[in-house]
């Protein structure tokens, strides 16, 4: 298996990249899809932020390094990837702030209708979101399964959240069906791009979409806490209004008015200061990102995922999966259903092969194709099929649940 790893990585024209992130030599790492890696273009970034623009340049840089439109420019270096218009995006806040005032913003747009619709088992925050709302008094949460969603359609939705790739088993929602049935209903949608956004072709205008949002440090690498970016259809930005009205989504913020007046366009979508450093971070993950491609990276996510299954049958390792066989289906990750799930990622852990594990069962592995070789994928199957052989799991140092999995 490794002479065909090393075959595909030698023909891969995406290998060259791996060296422009800083990857531990002693790690296999299938996480990137939870926290993106480090590209090494990032610490010289940072340093010049850090030390010119901020110790050097002071608040004079606002101007002079453009910090005033910085989250601007990474939203528009974000919409060629997503299917959006430039002036469509815009970077800020966590995704969890931009579900709570985009849903805010559709419940406004659509009066006399309360429910904000959603599937049981999306990402927590964004039901969370939806519940928080619903105890100010805005909206009515309602969730209904992914074969019932368009018959849940009824003239009571105001919005139609989904995240567009799932979390756990990598389903696909069908973005362009699902989005005119919520429309022929006469809701609007809002979808999360978080596992989708830097890892697979998104076309949210030509699917009509009204709202998205989604998450800067899974596969757009901006490091922990990245700012998310939030996307809004140009038909809406000038009858869309966010609770949020911090002064930086104000039409002119430095006139230090009384009265709050939106800013046109999707600026009114931001709310307080941009964090500068975060964004630097994240601009550098983007422009990598978008420098090798996304139709690129998607075909190797695919390839790398398949590599994995048809390794995983020529060892007779016979691993529950969960979500979609065909890779046309599922986004850039694989996920097994075992009982041992959580000891199993433990002992990967041990043996510096980092997956997650997902509540209650599920082993997750991500195949971020930026940076991961097929190499990476055969030494993951060797250790996955020792720690089997061995029955790792049942050591007690990997039953030991930690906080943060
Ligand atoms: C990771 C993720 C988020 C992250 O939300 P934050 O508020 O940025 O931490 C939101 N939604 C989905 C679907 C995610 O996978």
């Known amino acids: 298996m490794i002479d065909r790893a090393r075959e595909f990585d030698d023909a891969d024209p995406l290998a060259k990249y791996r060296d422009r992130f800083d990857l531990p030599t002693d790690v296999i790492y299938l996480d990137g899809n939870s926290l993106g890696a480090l590209p090494r273009a990032t610490l010289a970034r940072l340093e010049q932020v850090i030390r010119g623009e901020w110790g050097g340049g002071l608040i004079r840089s606002w101007n002079d390094a453009d910090w005033i439109g910085a989250a601007r420019r990474v939203g528009g270096k974000i919409a060629p990837m997503i299917g959006a218009q430039l002036h469509e995006v815009v970077a800020c806040d966590s995704t969890s702030v931009n579900l709570f005032k985009l849903i805010a913003a559709a419940l406004e747009m659509r009066p006399g209708r309360k429910v904000v619709l959603s599937e049981p088992g999306n990402f927590p925050t964004d039901l969370y979101m939806i519940a928080g709302l619903e105890r100010q008094g805005l909206g009515k ?29 990598g389903d696909i929602h069908d973005m362009v069906a699902l989005t005119k049935a919520a429309h ?61 009205t911090g002064w930086f989504g104000h039409n002119a913020p430095f006139d230090f008015s009384d009265d709050y007046e939106p800013a046109a366009g999707i600026d009114r979508l931001q709310c307080g200061t941009s964090p500068i450093l975060g964004l630097a971070a994240l601009e550098v993950g983007v422009e990598l990102i978008s420098e090798i491609g996304i139709d690129r990276l998607y075909a190797k996510s695919q390839a790398l995922s398949e590599f994995f299954l048809a390794g995983l049958a020529d060892c007779g390792l016979d691993l529950e999966g969960v979500g979609p066989s065909n890779s046309d289906e599922r986004g850039s990750q694989l996920s097994f259903r075992h009982p041992e799930a959580y000891a199993i990622c433990q002992a990967l852990i041990a043996r510096g092969v980092i997956g997650d594990f997902r509540d209650p069962d599920i082993l997750r592995l991500g195949f971020a194709p930026a940076y991961l070789r097929f190499v990476d994928v055969a030494e993951a199957i060797r250790h996955l099929v020792e720690v089997f052989a061995n029955e790792e799991w049942m050591r007690p140092e990997f039953q030991t649940r930690n906080a943060v999995t």
């Open 141 to 169: 949460r309602k969730l209904a399964s992914r074969e019932s969603i368009v018959g849940a359609l009824d003239n009571d939705v105001a919005l139609l959240l989904l995240t567009h790739v799932h979390y756990k088993s």
């Open 184 to 244: 022929d209903a006469g809701a609007l949608v809002l979808w999360d791009l978080s596992h989708s956004c830097g890892a697979l072709p998104v076309d949210l205008n030509a699917a009509g979409a009204d709202f998205a949002v989604g998450c800067g440090y899974k596969y757009l690498n901006g490091g922990p806490g990245a700012p998310a970016f939030a996307f809004a259809a140009e038909r809406h930005h000038n009858t869309m209004h966010q609770p949020l």
